[in-house]
């Protein structure tokens, strides 16, 4: 069970630990045996992993895998046409290998980004990942079993509509938490021509978004006998939502999905195929609904056309609202028991439609940093995915001390960033901020320098993030601000990181006031209380 690390500031002489890393890949799967760890420091390689020139060790099981993974957070991108090209038609097997945190980058050139082939690959996962600007195809596999892709993305993979995003033919195939946009052909391709017949039984295809593919459509199933296609936004695809047509398929279940915008029809039952059961999906603002040739499907529980009052279409967030006549209206289908966001179905008295559960959010006053203020929650709410300012507008409520409460991260990840926090009165920002202070926080990454206080110095390039080096302590986040004295606010604003990267941004948050000043019976550290005893 040895850990050993490459970097772009190693040596291929060095012993390969943490202080002495491997310069490159390659050097670094020379030592990997079975159990062993592989650490890639942030930077770009211009290498490729491949068993037909390398030796690249396997696992015996899940809990005694190879592993091969970025360190940290740390950004680790193989370039220059780099893939990962598992083939096993051969004699070499490859199995119980998990690849973490790769960024596989064609830059227009490279051929195929991810390739697992013949009968001795199987059980290898790839996760928090990304495979980009192939000329080919971004991820493909045949004639294995049980390859597993969570939450990777593969995106500007191709040249014409038969490049896809993933081309695969694999029993017991998992896609979860994945997304497949603007790629050349199909975002999703579960198709082989010269396979057998149901090579792709036993798969899911899940909690996955399918967008912006520019060929035939989202997504094609095909090859299977019993394929699961639950909990996904299929949208603004040049193309048909979903196709079920070739070589044998036949019991499709097609639940609790979310079509929206599509140039073709939401789904395709092509002739002859029987068996498909097409349950609680919401359909809307596609060219077409269902277009079943075959008439053998089962459908049952659609929301068709009619408008499912989404939390808001035109940003793409495909949540309900309280008024969607999709909440409560599904029926109960025990293969689905979570949504997309990963709730409990069902919330409230039964299954919804679509991809989303609709959460009737109740937020916790709990404070963690400090519970002993009297807090009065103002505002909550999503804020949309993108970099640009945020802004939230409140009636005018006196108050000295602010929480900023972050509840989710925009990818769901443990993190929470900030550029800038600032306040409104009179709708105008807050300035100076010199005499605020952070009061106190949950967590800061003081090893990067993304402190608490870089939320509040008027400098949109620096930023607080919380711990991510050495701890990832999770959600909610907090970060109270004491203003100095009591103004007047109307609202608040909330600026994400602006050096490109996503990591932390906010997407749920809670604000918080307090205009009381240490109340009696509040307990607080000594240190939390000096900058008040001072007063
Ligand atoms: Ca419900
Ligand atoms: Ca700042």
């Given at each position: 069970?040895?850990?050993?690390?490459?970097?772009?500031?190693?040596?291929?002489?060095?012993?390969?630990?943490?202080?002495?890393?491997?310069?490159?890949?390659?050097?670094?799967?020379?030592?990997?045996?079975?159990?062993?760890?592989?650490?890639?420091?942030?930077?770009?390689?211009?290498?490729?992993?491949?068993?037909?020139?390398?030796?690249?060790?396997?696992?015996?099981?899940?809990?005694?895998?190879?592993?091969?993974?970025?360190?940290?957070?740390?950004i680790v991108t193989l370039n220059g046409g780099g893939r990962l090209n598992l083939n096993g038609y051969g004699s070499?097997?490859?199995?119980?290998?998990?690849?973490?945190?790769?960024?596989?980058?064609?830059?227009?050139?490279?051929?195929?980004?991810?390739?697992?082939?013949?009968?001795?690959?199987?059980?290898?996962?790839?996760?928090?990942?990304?495979?980009?600007?192939?000329?080919?195809?971004?991820?493909?596999?045949?004639?294995?079993?049980?390859?597993?892709?969570?939450?990777?993305?593969?995106?500007?993979?191709?040249?014409?509509?038969l490049k896809h995003g993933l081309y695969m033919a694999v029993q017991n195939l998992l896609i979860d938490g994945c997304?497949?946009?603007?790629?050349?052909?199909?975002?999703?391709?579960?198709?082989?021509?010269?396979?057998?017949?149901?090579?792709?039984?036993?798969?899911?295809?899940?909690?996955?978004?399918?967008?912006?593919?520019?060929?035939?459509?989202?997504?094609?199933?095909?090859?299977?006998?019993?394929?699961?296609?639950?909990?996904?936004?299929?949208?603004?695809?040049?193309?048909?939502?979903?196709?079920?047509?070739?070589?044998?398929?036949?019991?499709?279940?097609?639940?609790?999905?979310?079509?929206?915008?599509?140039?073709?029809?939401?789904?395709?039952?092509?002739?002859?195929?029987?068996?498909?059961s097409i349950q609680n999906n919401i359909i809307y603002n596609n060219s077409g609904a269902i277009n079943d040739v075959?008439?053998?499907?089962?459908?049952?529980?659609?929301?068709?056309?009619?408008?499912?009052?989404?939390?808001?279409?035109?940003?793409?967030?495909?949540?309900?609202?309280?008024?969607?006549?999709?909440?409560?209206?599904?029926?109960?289908?025990?293969?689905?028991?979570?949504?997309?966001?990963?709730?409990?179905?069902?919330?409230?008295?039964?299954?919804?439609?679509?991809?989303?559960?609709?959460?009737?959010?109740?937020?916790?006053?709990?404070?963690?940093?400090?519970?002993?203020?009297?807090?009065?929650?103002?505002?909550?709410?999503?804020?949309?995915?993108?970099?640009?300012?945020?802004?939230?507008?409140?009636?005018?409520?006196?108050?000295?001390?602010?929480?900023?409460?972050?509840?989710?991260?925009?990818?769901?990840?443990?993190?929470?960033?900030?550029?800038?926090?600032?306040?409104?009165?009179?709708?105008?920002?807050?300035?100076?901020?010199?005499?605020?202070?952070?009061?106190?926080?949950?967590?800061?990454?003081?090893?990067?320098?993304?402190?608490?206080?870089?939320?509040?110095?008027?400098?949109?390039?620096?930023?607080?993030?919380?711990?991510?080096?050495?701890?990832?302590?999770?959600?909610?986040?907090?970060?109270?601000?004491?203003?100095?004295?009591?103004?007047?606010?109307?609202?608040?604003?909330?600026?994400?990181?602006?050096?490109?990267?996503?990591?932390?941004?906010?997407?749920?948050?809670?604000?918080?006031?307090?205009?009381?000043?240490?109340?009696?019976?509040?307990?607080?550290?000594?240190?939390?209380?000096?900058?008040?005893?001072?007063?």
């Amino acid at each position: 069970m040895a850990t050993y690390f490459t970097s772009t500031t190693g040596n291929d002489n060095n012993s390969g630990n943490q202080s002495f890393p491997f310069l490159t890949i390659a050097r670094g799967l020379q030592s990997v045996v079975t159990g062993d760890t592989l650490y890639i420091r942030g930077g770009a390689y211009s290498e490729e992993i491949n068993n037909q020139t390398q030796v690249v060790a396997s696992g015996t099981s899940w809990s005694n895998p190879v592993t091969i993974s970025s360190f940290s957070t740390e950004i680790v991108t193989l370039n220059g046409g780099g893939r990962l090209n598992l083939n096993g038609y051969g004699s070499t097997i490859a199995q119980y290998i998990i690849f973490n945190g790769l960024i596989l980058d064609g830059q227009t050139t490279g051929d195929t980004g991810v390739f697992f082939g013949g009968p001795l690959v199987h059980h290898i996962r790839l996760q928090n990942s990304e495979v980009r600007n192939y000329f080919h195809q971004g991820i493909q596999g045949y004639d294995n079993t049980n390859i597993e892709l969570i939450n990777v993305k593969s995106h500007h993979n191709g040249i014409d509509r038969l490049k896809h995003g993933l081309y695969m033919a694999v029993q017991n195939l998992l896609i979860d938490g994945c997304e497949f946009y603007s790629n050349s052909g199909y975002g999703i391709q579960l198709y082989h021509q010269s396979g057998t017949n149901l090579e792709l039984n036993g798969g899911i295809v899940r909690n996955t978004r399918v967008y912006n593919n520019l060929g035939d459509g989202g997504v094609t199933i095909n090859n299977t006998s019993n394929f699961l296609f639950c909990n996904n936004l299929v949208y603004n695809n040049v193309g048909e939502g979903v196709g079920v047509c070739y070589n044998g398929v036949n019991s499709v279940r097609i639940f609790n999905n979310t079509f929206y915008g599509n140039g073709g029809n939401a789904i395709n039952i092509c002739a002859g195929v029987p068996g498909t059961s097409i349950q609680n999906n919401i359909i809307y603002n596609n060219s077409g609904a269902i277009n079943d040739v075959s008439g053998l499907s089962f459908q049952n529980k659609n929301l068709i056309n009619q408008n499912p009052f989404f939390v808001n279409q035109s940003s793409l967030d495909f949540h309900l609202t309280a008024t969607s006549q999709a909440v409560n209206a599904g029926a109960t289908l025990i293969e689905v028991t979570t949504d997309f966001d990963g709730t409990t179905r069902p919330q409230g008295s039964g299954y919804d439609i679509g991809a989303y559960e609709f959460v009737i959010f109740i937020p916790s006053l709990s404070i963690t940093c400090d519970d002993s203020l009297p807090w009065t929650l103002i505002s909550s709410g999503v804020f949309i995915n993108n970099s640009l300012l945020k802004t939230v507008n409140f009636s005018i409520k006196p108050a000295r001390w602010i929480c900023f409460r972050a509840i989710s991260e925009v990818n769901g990840n443990p993190w929470a960033s900030c550029a800038e926090l600032s306040v409104l009165v009179n709708g105008v920002s807050l300035l100076p901020k010199s005499s605020w202070t952070i009061w106190c926080f949950d967590s800061q990454e003081v090893g990067s320098g993304n402190l608490a206080s870089r939320c509040i110095d008027e400098d949109i390039n620096t930023f607080w993030h919380t711990q991510f080096i050495t701890g990832t302590p999770g959600y909610p986040h907090n970060l109270v601000i004491d203003l100095g004295r009591p103004y007047p606010l109307n609202g608040f604003t909330y600026l994400p990181r602006q050096d490109g990267g996503i990591n932390g941004t906010v997407a749920r948050y809670e604000f918080y006031i307090s205009d009381y000043f240490i109340p009696s019976g509040r307990v607080m550290q000594l240190s939390m209380m000096q900058p008040f005893l001072a007063m």
